[in-house]
Every structure is written in C-alpha cells, then in structure tokens.
C-alpha cells in the first residue's frame, strides 16, 4: 500500500544552519507529493508540493524535488531561522483515491 | 478566501460520554476529510466525503465513529461513547477535487481529552 516515512527527530539547528528532513515513500501510480507545516498552536498549512517526478516544489526558502527513481522528496532550506521552527509533515496524495497519507512528522528547533 | 471552520477548539469529557465536532469547509471545495492526529503521531484518514457520498471510510471506527455530510457542504463527526485512547486532535480538511494536484487545506482543529 502507499506509505510514508520520514526522519526521526526533533532535529536542533542552531540559526542560519543548513536543513535537510529526509522523506521517503511507497505509492502505486504517480502519486503528488507534499510537505506540510505546523507551527506551535496552529493548525496544518501546506508549505509546497510537486506533482510529478523532477519537478521542484519552493516556498519561504524551503525547497524539495520530487525524486521517482529514489522514491523520496527530502526537505531542504540554506539558512533557518527561530521562526522555522514546527513539526513538518511529508505527504502523498494518491493519484487513485485522492486519499492524503501522512509521515509521522519531524520537530525542528531553531535555537538563536 | 475564509479557510475551513472547526468547533469547538477544545472538548473535555469523560469516557462513555458523547461528543460531536462541526466542520464547515472552504466554499466551493467538494471533498471534504477529516482526520484522528494523535499526540506525536501524523493525521490518520476516519473518512473521506466526495461532496455528500462516502468515499472512504475503512479506517473509520464504525461501532464508536459517525460522520455525515448531508447538504454536501458542512459535517459533524461524532463519538459515541468515547474511549480514552479517542483523545486526539480531530482535524476537518477540504480541497477542490479528489485530484492528486489538489491540495487539502486544513482547520484548526478540535482537541479533545477524555478522562
């Protein structure tokens, strides 16, 4: 079936630190593939998603590509900030179902 | 646009007791889902409306778990009785179309605690 899998935190950066959350998946078909925010407090937002293979998905400095032949889309961003830190869900929606399935999420603290 | 409505933010009750949640999607957006997210865990998929049909609901604990979306627009979700292991955080979502390019856009959600 299809399947999620990211790195285990929480991860501790210190600021201006360079990020990288690893997220692998299992899925029949093409599936769409996100990441997912969630700050203290707050509800989930979508922070950017990409819809077939090698496409980038970019937003507020974070980026990931959408990788077929190793399956994964590792989230990354060149310098963090106190403010980037939250649990952040990697997701696949499948092409089939329409059915969003999550990973288990990764804490990420920033420490000034 | 106004997002998705969740109420009430917060439920305290004891076990056995019922309790409902409402969900009232981003307009014009004809599925609608809602979620279990246990603490540490990710969100788990009860149940999954294509405007007011069913679309999936096979992890949806059937003997304790309802939910209806019966005008095709808001839902209630509802536990009856509750277990201690139902205390969660009950996410409503809603997105334009089952498409897999169509993101699902979240509420706040529902904290629920049964003692």
């Known amino acids: 079936g299809n399947s999620v899998t990211q790195m285990e935190g929480p991860v501790t950066l210190s600021e201006e630190a360079f990020l990288t959350i690893n997220c692998t998946y299992t899925?029949?078909?093409?599936?769409?593939l996100f990441w997912y925010v969630q700050y203290p407090g707050e509800g989930l937002q979508l922070l950017l998603k990409?819809?077939?293979?090698?496409d980038k998905g970019s937003n507020k400095g974070f980026e990931a590509t959408y990788r077929k032949e190793t399956t994964s889309f590792h989230l990354e961003k060149g310098s963090v900030q106190v403010s980037d830190s939250a649990v952040y869900f990697c997701a696949l929606k499948a092409s089939n179902t329409g059915k969003l399935i999550f990973g288990q999420g990764t804490t990420l603290q920033v420490k000034p | 646009e106004a997002g998705v409505a969740q109420s009430p933010r917060y439920k305290i009750i004891e076990k056995r007791q019922s309790v409902a949640f409402w969900c009232n999607p981003i307009?014009?957006?004809?599925?609608l889902y809602w979620y279990q997210q246990i603490l540490g865990q990710g969100p788990k998929l009860l149940i999954q409306?294509?405007?007011?049909?069913?679309?999936?609901d096979s992890q949806l604990p059937k003997d304790r778990f309802s939910a209806e979306r019966l005008k095709g627009v808001d839902s209630t979700l509802k536990i009856q009785p509750a277990k201690l292991e139902d205390s969660a955080v009950y996410l409503c979502?809603?997105?334009?179309?089952?498409?897999?390019?169509?993101?699902?856009?979240f509420g706040n959600g529902t904290r629920l605690t049964v003692t």
């Open positions: 409306f294509q405007n007011n049909g069913v679309v999936d």
């Open positions: 899925a029949t078909g093409y599936p769409s």
């Open positions: 307009s014009g957006h004809a599925t």
């Open positions: 990409a819809t077939k293979a090698d």
């Open positions: 979502a809603s997105s334009l179309s089952q498409e897999e390019n169509s993101p699902l856009h």
